[in-house]
Antibody, heavy 124, light 108 residues
Framework: EVQLLESGGGLVQPGGSLRLSCAASGFTFSSYAMSWVRQAPGKGLEWVSVIYSGGSSTYYADSVKGRFTISRDNSKNTLYLQMNSLRPEDTAVYYC?????????????????WGQGTLVTVSS | DIQMTQSPSSLSASVGDRVTITCRASQSISSYLNWYQQTPGKAPKLLIYAASSLQSGVPSRFSGSGSGTDFSLTISSLQPEDFATYYCQQSYNTLKYTFGQGTKLEIK
């Protein structure tokens, strides 16, 4: 059974830092791209970042580029999100999501499993 | 960036109704479109991938269609557990995935 368990959320002051972790089990972690997706209170889903299976390819939403860093430790089956220079607008539940490809007429990518989320609150 | 726009933003319907939610992309995305369902306090759940492929375990009353810029999610006969918020998401741009703003489906 696939399980994704986020941790590391909490209350942090503006300008502060936080590192989120996502412990994965039930699948070959090193073979799959992983993403972070966030949801501000009462708002919709916002994709934050993706890291592909090798770990060398990473991409970010414009809203977090230069402040957040995604990484993975395939030996520990763990995904990370280092968040620096945090702003009140970064307040959200942060989900990690496992990606999967379906190879039909193209290479279709989707998020097939999600963690339960961890809440980050940026406030003084 | 590819913008995804859902309509309507909210919808009231009754158990047994047929409901359709639409999603429009700001540029052609072929069939690189997924649909998710989210209930309050829970993580999103994948319903449809590649515009029309039903995820394993998802009831057959859910279906997806469309290609290019216009897509739809249809629920053929609403059940009580279907009242939730639905999101579309494009995977055409693999450097920057984007979601629609969501459609909240409420009980009439």
């Amino acid at each position: 059974e696939v399980q994704l368990l986020e941790s590391g959320g909490g209350l942090v002051q503006p300008g502060g830092s936080l590192r989120l972790s996502c412990a994965a089990s039930g699948f070959t972690f090193s073979s799959y791209a992983m993403s972070w997706v966030r949801q501000a209170p009462g708002k919709g889903l916002e994709w934050v970042s993706v890291i592909y299976s090798g770990g060398s390819s990473t991409y970010y939403a414009d809203s977090v580029k230069g402040r957040f860093t995604i990484s993975r430790d395939n030996s520990k089956n763990t995904l990370y999100l280092q968040m620096n220079s945090l702003r009140p607008e970064d307040t959200a539940v942060y989900y990690c999501a496992k990606g999967r490809y379906y190879y039909g007429s193209g290479s279709y990518y989707y998020f097939d499993y999600w963690g339960q989320g961890t809440l980050v609150t940026v406030s003084s | 960036d590819i913008q995804m726009t859902q309509s309507p933003s909210s919808l009231s319907a009754s158990v047994g109704d047929r409901v359709t939610i639409t999603c429009r992309a700001s540029q052609s995305i072929s069939s690189y479109l997924n649909w998710y369902q989210q209930t309050p306090g829970k993580a999103p759940k994948l319903l449809i991938y590649a515009a029309s492929s039903l995820q394993s375990g998802v009831p057959s009353r859910f279906s997806g269609s469309g290609s290019g810029t216009d897509f739809s999610l249809t629920i053929s006969s609403l059940q009580p557990e279907d009242f939730a918020t639905y999101y579309c998401q494009q995977s055409y741009n693999t450097l920057k995935y984007t979601f629609g703003q969501g459609t909240k489906l409420e009980i009439k």
